[in-house]
Each structure stands twice: as C-alpha cells, then as structure tokens.
C-alpha cells in the first residue's frame, strides 16, 4: 500500500496564493503520473492537474495560468501552487498517485477562498 499525506489548505482571501503538498510513502516501486483533484459540495471530483514521472503536465482550463503543478521524484512529493485564487476554486483538494499496483488517494485537504 501507499499512504499519502497531504498539507497546504487552508482559508485565504480572493487573490491570495496557497501550496499544497503530497507525500507518498510505504510500498513504493515507482510512482507513475501524480495529481490533484478537487470536489466542490454538490459537484463532482474534477481533475486540476497532474504530472507525468517525466514532468509532462496537464490542466484544468479554469485553473490554466493560475496553478502550478510539480513534483519531486527524489522525495515522492508532488505540489501544487495556486496563485490568484478565486471563491469559485473552494473546495477539497486530494492528492492522487498511480503505480503498477493501482492508484493511491489522499484524504483530502480543505481549501476556502473568501473575504
């Protein structure tokens, strides 16, 4: 199994900036594409962006030149900065890993955009 601990939310104003962290631990073999996701109350979890082993990443187009995603392999963590934050970008954030053994989420992490 692969245990990850996430760390970063919190509450911050309209504009603000935030970074969240994921570390993974326990039976690693070698993490594949790592991500986030989040899940706003009465919506669906929807992807925000991950990253391929080789640093290749993809975005949500409402977070595109806001959010940066990165990712250290040395230390199987991944981040997620996220700058100009907007009320609409509340909501739990979870961390999530693939390997050959499945893939891994993270219990979450709140984040609250408001004045």
């Known amino acids: 199994q692969v245990q990850l601990v996430e760390s970063g939310g919190g509450l911050v104003q309209p504009g603000g900036s935030l970074r969240l962290s994921c570390g993974a631990s326990g039976s690693i073999i070698g993490l594949g594409t790592m991500g986030w996701y989040r899940q706003a109350p009465g919506k669906e979890r929807e992807l925000v962006a991950d990253?391929?082993?080789?640093?290749?990443?993809d975005y949500a187009d409402s977070v595109k030149g806001r959010f940066t995603i990165s990712r250290d392999n040395a230390k199987n963590t991944v981040y997620l900065q996220m700058n100009s934050l907007k009320p609409e970008d509340t909501a739990v954030y979870y961390c999530?890993?693939?390997?050959?053994?499945?893939?891994?989420w993270g219990q979450g992490t709140q984040v609250t955009v408001s004045s």
């Open positions: 990253i391929t082993r080789s640093g290749s990443t």
């Open positions: 999530n890993v693939r390997q050959l053994t499945g893939a891994y």
